[in-house]
């Protein structure tokens, strides 16, 4: 069974430019998660899908970070403009509904993105 | 969300078990203890959770005390490729708060 997808795996911009990174999760999986983790530290949640609504977006950037889901599936973030300060990975991870209210997330190996 | 505490790093010998401690002293009694862990360079691994009892997967074993306030993650023959940040979280529920984790590495 495939993992979670993402590309690309690098990516390399100017400031003020944007970007684009794009997630497919498990095949089956309703729930998807974009991630961003700084050097040394732990991933933090940016935003949560259950199928194709955005149930928990508290921690995203409105100003310059959008996501989307269309048809529940593969999952796209965007940065408008980047900046300096968005170097970092980012990751996306899937996982199954739960009746006990445990899940387990499978992660994607992540895009590096470096801020020139 | 209930807080961890982990040792911020670890030595183990190759071929040796590896025991990983996890303090979470506030834990309420709906929310499970995870075990996740990101080695250079990939995203998370999920590994292995519990809420009451002990577990055991084909990766590691999971030991909660019975107050639940700690548990230790234990790799029963640790390998170099184990060699990993690992992270302890509690929580019920779909939203996973990533700590700092403890870096193991495993030494021949």
């Known amino acids: 069974e495939a993992g979670v997808v993402q590309s690309p795996r690098y990516k390399i911009i100017e400031k003020k430019q944007p970007v684009a990174f794009w997630c497919n999760p498990i095949s089956g999986h309703n729930t998807l998660y974009w991630y961003l983790q700084n050097l040394g530290q732990g991933p933090e949640l940016l935003i949560r899908y259950e199928n194709e609504e955005a149930v928990d977006d508290s921690q995203l950037p409105k100003d310059r970070f959008s996501a989307e889901r269309l048809k529940g599936v593969d999952s796209t973030l965007k940065i408008q403009p980047a900046e300096l300060g968005d170097s970092a990975v980012y990751l996306c991870a899937s996982s199954l509904g739960s009746r006990d209210g445990s899940y387990e997330q499978y992660f994607g190996p992540g895009t590096r993105l470096t801020v020139t | 969300d209930a807080k961890t505490t982990q040792p911020p790093s670890m030595d183990c010998a190759e071929g040796r078990a590896a025991n990983l401690p996890c303090n979470h002293s506030?834990?309420?009694?709906?929310?499970?203890v995870y075990w996740y862990r990101q080695i250079h360079s990939q995203g998370p691994q999920y590994i292995i959770h519990?809420?009451?009892n002990n577990e055991t997967n084909e990766m590691a074993s999971l030991i909660i005390t019975e107050d639940r306030k700690s548990s230790t993650l234990i790799l029963p023959h640790a390998t170099l490729r184990d060699t990993a940040v690992y992270y302890c979280?509690?929580?019920?529920?779909?939203?996973?708060?990533f700590g700092a984790g403890t870096i193991l590495r495993v030494k021949s």
């Open positions: 979280i509690v929580n019920h529920g779909n939203k996973l708060v």
């Open positions: 519990g809420l009451k």
């Open positions: 506030t834990i309420s009694g709906n929310e499970y």
